[in-house]
């Protein structure tokens, strides 16, 4: 599991999920690259997936340079 820079800080895959989710999730797995650009400033996204509750898999994407992301909901 690596951390990876979002707007500036080292985050991990948990706080990660956070920033996307609003709140920390029961569990994330690791950081990776994702295949597109971010709609609003073009700059890389990073996805994670993570458990919200033990009934829900969530895949949530974040830009490493902006507020922006969305889930795979
Ligand atoms: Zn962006």
Known sequence: MSN???QGRMVTAERLAELIEGESPMEADGIEDADRDCPECGGDVITVDYMPSVTEL???YKCQD???????R
Do not use: A, I, L, M
């Open 4 to 6: 990876r820079v979002v």
């Open 58 to 60: 969530v895949t949530g």
């Open 66 to 72: 902006c507020d922006w992301s969305t889930t795979d």
